[in-house]
């Protein structure tokens, strides 16, 4: 009788695995769908954009600009510059390349500018990440017009000049 329980026993764990196997796989499935469902809605609005959808596979806990590693790379057609977005707008750039991931700089980084215009008051400015405020998630806008009327809350998006981030977008 024992043999038998210590049978089922092992059945079970095996059954056991292979349903915590099939919960990562629905896991992985359910966030893959809202990620299609986001992009779905950015390309319907930009149908000559090449969108990949990427999952975040890594952060650095110790970079205060909250840069993070996504699991497409060279070989997947990603290349410096790359913008990536989400579905409320940009979140930053591709800065580094390897063959199944790359690493990107988020707007909240210093390093990453994007020229922008107020959409109330059509005044153009660089939006930069600012050591000060990147800790509570905001950015900064520079060189607004003296007398500008932009006011908190106002939309902000991409001016397409420059080389990286094309025109329209909402950051």
Do not use: H, W
């Amino acid at each position: 009788n024992i043999d038998k329980i210590i049978e089922e026993n092992e059945l079970l764990k095996q059954e056991n695995q292979e349903l915590k196997q099939k919960q990562i796989d629905y896991d992985k499935i359910k966030i893959e769908n809202e990620q299609y469902k986001e992009f779905l809605n950015i390309k319907e609005e930009n149908p000559d954009y090449e969108i990949a959808s990427a999952s975040v596979i890594g952060r650095d806990g110790l970079e205060k600009f909250y840069s993070f590693t996504i699991d497409l790379g060279r070989d997947d057609d990603i290349e410096i510059n790359d913008v990536v977005l989400s579905s409320v707008g940009v979140v930053g750039v591709v800065v580094e390349t390897g063959p199944n991931y790359s690493r990107v700089a988020t707007i909240l980084s210093p390093s990453v500018s994007v020229a922008c215009f107020v959409s109330s008051t059509r005044d153009t400015g660089v939006v930069c990440g600012d050591s000060l405020y990147s800790n509570e998630g905001n950015t900064v806008i520079k060189y607004l017009p003296k007398n500008t009327k932009a006011e908190i809350g106002d939309i902000i998006s991409t001016t397409g000049m420059g080389e990286v981030f094309p025109k329209d977008l909402l950051v």
